[in-house]
């Protein structure tokens, strides 16, 4: 009995304090100031004050859906599985904030941004055969970073093309 309380208040620290972390640095990298402002958008661009509200909705789902996967691990291989799997993906969502708006770079940005949805489909495929409500939970992240994505790719084509580290010419490639 105190071995699966322990183990449940060890899973909920790892999923917490990984999440904090990555939502952390992640809002660290990410400056929404004048280079940013200079970009032009879809008209269907999300307005910026809903994206903390989708994030902390998103980033929540993904620490129970931890939870429940750890907690359901079959084996401590399993486990490292599930946490293998949420490390990388927290390794390439706060990537993606680096190249979008650390380096300003929404060219590499996207092609990151490939990565982060394929591990996000690890993650719910990984996931699944442990715990499938685990796995379900994290198709909001899914089609969120999906959107994301093409979001990210209509950036690029109405604001191309981005050279060097930081800078932005002003060229019309795509517009």
Known sequence: MMDTLANHWVAITVAVTGTLVVALVGGWLTEIGPWYRSLTFPAWKPPDWAFGPIWTTILTLA??????AWVAAPSP????LVVGLFVANGALNVGWNLLFFTM????LALVEVAFLWLSILALI????PISPTAALLLVPYLLRVGIAAFLNLRIVRLNAPFTGAGARSHGTIGR
């Open 63 to 68: 620490v129970i859906s931890m939870v429940m």
């Open 77 to 80: 291989a399993a486990r490292a």
């Open 104 to 107: 300003r770079r929404p060219d």
């Open 125 to 128: 495929v990984g996931l699944a």
